[in-house]
């Protein structure tokens, strides 16, 4: 038996069904799981001092492309729009090996658990020079994140009238079985599972409807979730009125793109019909605000899809369109784009921690995750507040107004992740190095 008792936090937010707020309050974990809450309670165990602290659940990060952490501030690709961005940036991944996939996928993830992330997915779509899915898993294992990959795939390339250049597609026969693959060999469905794999083809504008109606098939199949990127920007919109005679909305619903285990990035362009849509089905919503702001997409309509029963969650996107992957900043971001959009009262501090809590995890399929209550996973961020961003704070747990960007201490699975804010389950400094290195090769051709 493990136990860990996080003792006296000035607040708990529990984001439990009742929104609970505690006060000088102790978490007591055990076997990867939330056992109580509440005053006085003992352990035989270790004790985590929590004075001074705000303790939430664990950020859930459901739109992420790790392998992007080696791409940041691109000059070229600083200032363009969606598709030439992206046009910038094929070249440059095409020259992507494992190692790549690797050591920028540890980097990633060590910011998100800075950040208070325990879990994240990761949408990998370019397989270039041998790199395979397993190449982001063993970086998840080595962090020690709660992971949920998504083998992503592209298949029309630009002689075939797609985006990407015909070096980083594939077949789709070799994607469907890679896919079969790869949900075989590290789908776990289990309780408490670190690793669950999901379906992605990238978006509908480089795969063809054939791909995206076959690998719905199959998810529904195994049993496992399904994501991409949907009605993102006007580009986005118009391609799919021009190649599909239609709006995304109904691309997706016409190819099994709509459900509860299905979530889609970004939907900053979705229309009142499509919201009802989404609402119907439960059709979830990764919202990505500073991707959206990074190349100019809009301002997705989170309040009026919060509304309507649309669940939402939260994703820092990849970090060539963020740059940075911070959670709990992009939390906070979420909160002011939608002020901007609709108010001073469009979205207050505690719902946006909520979208990026258990509304992230309700998204992916986790409803014992992203919340602290008895019998939730020991997914656990602990806020120091006592340090100069929440001086002055009348509310510490209004943590999205005034409060530290990253943790003190993270648990995941009741693991401690982070301790003093500092990763603690690999040496983060030698992966530095080799993403400096790796990063250099790059920009070297
Ligand atoms: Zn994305």
Not at 300 to 328: E, F, I, Y
Not at 376 to 400: F, K, N
Request: aromatic share 4%.
């Amino acid at each position: 038996m493990t136990e860990t008792l996080i003792r006296a936090a000035s607040h708990v937010v529990c984001m439990d069904d009742d929104r609970r707020v505690l006060r000088d309050a102790d978490v007591l974990l055990r076997d990867g799981q939330v056992v109580a809450l509440g005053q006085s309670l003992t352990t035989a165990g270790e004790v985590v001092d929590a004075e001074g602290c705000v303790v939430t659940p664990g950020l859930v990060n459901t739109h992420h492309h790790l392998y992007q952490t080696l791409t940041r501030a691109v000059p070229a690709a600083q200032d363009a729009l969606l598709f030439g961005w992206l046009q910038t940036l094929y070249p440059i991944w095409a020259r992507f090996t494992p190692e790549h996939m690797y050591v920028s996928a540890q980097i990633g993830l060590a910011e998100l658990a800075l950040s208070g992330c325990t879990l994240s997915s990761d949408h990998l779509y370019l397989y270039p020079n041998g790199v395979r899915l397993e190449d982001t898993i063993a970086a998840a294992e080595e962090v020690g994140l709660r992971f949920h990959p998504t083998r992503g795939a592209m298949s029309i390339g630009e002689s075939d009238g797609g985006l990407p250049p015909d070096a980083l597609v594939e077949e789709e026969a070799v994607i469907l079985s890679d896919m079969a693959r790869v949900i075989d060999a590290f789908h776990d469905a289990a309780p408490g599972a670190m690793c669950r794999v999901g379906v992605a083809p990238c978006s509908p504008f480089s795969v063809s409807r054939e791909l995206m109606r076959d690998a719905a098939v199959l998810a529904r199949d195994k049993g496992v979730m399904m994501h991409t990127h949907l009605a993102e920007n006007d580009e986005d919109i118009a391609y799919s009125l021009e190649q599909f005679g239609c709006r995304p909305g109904q691309y997706a619903e016409d190819l099994g793109w709509v459900g509860l285990d299905v979530w889609h990035a970004h939907c900053v362009k979705l229309d009142a019909s499509e919201i009802d849509l989404f609402a119907r089905t439960g059709t979830g919503v990764a919202h990505c605000p500073c991707s959206n702001c990074r190349l100019g997409s809009g301002i997705a309509p989170v309040r009026a899809m919060r509304d309507a029963g649309v669940p939402v969650g939260l994703g820092v996107d990849g970090s060539a369109s963020n740059d940075a992957g911070n959670l709990v900043a992009e939390a906070r971001q979420a909160m002011l784009l939608q002020r901007v959009a609709r108010g001073a009262d469009a979205m207050s501090a505690q719902e946006a921690l909520e979208i990026a809590t258990r509304g992230g995890a309700d998204i992916l399929g986790r409803p014992e995750c992203g919340r602290l209550s008895v019998g939730a996973r020991a997914d656990v961020a602990i806020w120091d507040v006592s340090g100069i961003e929440a001086a002055g704070s009348w509310d510490p747990a209004a943590l999205l107004l005034a409060g530290p960007n990253t943790v003190r201490d993270l648990f995941v699975e009741g693991r401690q992740v982070v301790r003093d804010g500092q990763v603690t389950t690999f040496d983060l400094q030698a992966a530095m190095r080799k993403q400096a290195v790796l990063a250099n090769g790059l920009m070297d051709g």
